[in-house]
């Protein structure tokens, strides 16, 4: 199973893996069931709520279906007037508030969670401004248009459904209520077939049992073939009554540039942090030290050389903190010979012995170059601070239009993520240029990092 893991990750187990158990349809959790899921399917609490579903589909679809056609219908005929306006607003208004409803039912019946679409964008305030917005929105329409295509589609489910469900039922409990016919009808049994001459009744034993078995049959077929309908279902109010493909990309959008915004300004904080407290204290002493020497130069010049020396150690070592700094930031290498060298040259300062392999055909943008080598970085970090491991590779090359990084490392494995660690960071800087970030950390190892980029020449 791929979990993710990040700064103080390591070892810190799995999150537990989705099921059906919160919809009453599978185990609970460590749990494993003893009855075939064929078996229970026709008793579990899911099917009850599926087939609840399909019975609430028709009254809720034929009042759909009426107050749109009413409504639109009215509204087309008063367009002749300008009453013909806000009578279709109105109309596109309901559809909506039904699309929320409907999302609601298939919430709780199907779980199914639909976001809903996108929210009106009504530029000014009053009446004719929200009914230009309301009869502008592309949202308006679908809703409108499930409403009309739900009616169908519900009575076709309707019928198979009642249809399925009560002659299996009938049939499976037949041994126990064949004896209806001869006590109150003077029949032997259930007609199989009949004309002027003789009839054919299901009446003695054998005729009996086979009668429940097919019966059977159809019951635990029964739940499966409604699955398959409220699956149609759930497609339809996720199609229709959820956001466009537009409107998900363009919040989509929005969130990787926060993202971008927040990594940014963090980069920046961190930046000033380290120089405030790191090569700008270092400067400072420095300067108070070669102040100190000046003036130490004629009356004691041994002790102002000394001084002079503990402050050249100082610069070397400010000097070594810009470096470390920059290089963090983006390394002169990177920018000078691309990924290989900039890679080779973080393996071999990383504490754990790493092989480096890079076949690219050639350099990718800078951008995109530059968030590999920040990703790398960060993993290598992790597998000296957190993984345990004794060796490690990475490896880079481009798969079609993505450019591929993957660090392996042979740690104790089991990483967990979920409660937020560096790699989230890292996962929201792939995500804000359409990247993926896969890891796959079993317990006890090893470690298998996989990022995807868009490669942008």
């Known amino acids: 199973m791929a979990t993710q893991y990040g700064h103080g990750g390591y070892g810190q187990g799995y999150g537990a893996g989705d099921d059906d158990s919160r919809y009453g349809y599978g185990p609970e959790p460590g749990r494993r069931p003893r009855v075939p899921a064929v078996l229970r399917a026709p008793v579990e609490a899911r099917t009850w709520r599926e087939l609840g579903y399909v019975l609430l589909s028709l009254p809720v679809s034929v009042a759909l279906f009426t107050w749109t056609v009413t409504m639109v219908s009215l509204g087309a005929g008063l367009l002749v007037t300008f009453l ?40 000014k305030p009053g009446a004719l401004a929200w ?26 489910t309707f019928t198979v ?30 007609q199989l077939y009949g004309d002027e001459h003789h009839r054919i009744y299901l009446d003695n034993p054998f005729e009996i049992t086979v009668t429940a078995l097919v019966g059977l049959l159809f019951t635990l077929a029964t739940p499966w073939l409604v699955r ?56 400072v002493g420095l300067a108070m030290d070669l102040g100190l020497a000046k003036e130490k130069m ?19 070592t400010a000097l070594r903190e810009l470096r470390d700094l920059a290089r963090g930031i983006h390394p002169a290498v990177l920018t000078d010979r691309g990924l290989d060298a900039a890679l080779s040259a973080v393996a071999s300062r990383c504490t754990v012995p790493v092989r480096v392999e890079v076949d690219l055909p050639a350099r990718p943008a800078p951008a995109i170059e530059g968030i590999a080598y920040f990703t790398v970085c960060e993993l290598l970090q992790n597998v000296a601070k957190h993984s345990g491991a004794h060796s490690a590779s990475v490896d880079v090359w481009r798969s079609e239009d993505r450019l591929m990084l993957q660090v392996t490392d042979d740690g104790v494995g089991g990483a967990d993520a979920s409660a937020g660690s560096g790699l989230a960071g890292l996962r929201g800087r792939l995500d804000a240029v359409d990247g993926i970030l896969l890891v796959d950390s079993p317990a006890g190892g090893p470690t298998r990092v996989i990022a995807e980029l868009p490669w942008r020449g």
């Open 298 to 316: 004629r009356e004691d010049p041994q002790a102002a050389a000394r001084m002079v020396e503990e402050a050249h150690g100082e610069v070397k």
């Open 131 to 156: 009914m230009g917005a309301v009869l502008k929105s592309g949202a308006s329409w679908r809703s409108l248009l499930y409403t009309l295509v739900q009616l169908p589609w519900a009575v076709f």
């Open 228 to 283: 398959a309908l409220t699956t149609v279902d759930g497609l339809l109010v996720r199609g229709l009554l959820g956001p466009s493909l537009l409107s998900e990309r363009v919040v989509e959008l929005e969130s990787d540039r926060g993202v971008v915004v927040d990594t940014a300004a963090a980069d920046l904080r961190r930046i000033e942090r380290d120089l405030h407290d790191g090569a700008q204290a270092r400067l």
């Open 84 to 123: 013909g306006v806000p009578v279709l607003a109105t109309a596109l208004a309901g559809c909506r508030g039904f699309g929320a409803l409907e999302r609601a039912r298939a919430r709780a019946l199907l779980g199914v969670d639909v976001p809903g679409p996108e929210p009106l964008r009504v530029r």
């Open 161 to 190: 459904t009642v249809t399925f469900w009560s002659l299996g039922w009938s049939l499976l409990t037949y041994p126990l209520w064949f004896r209806v016919f001869p006590a109150y009808t003077g029949e032997g049994g259930l």
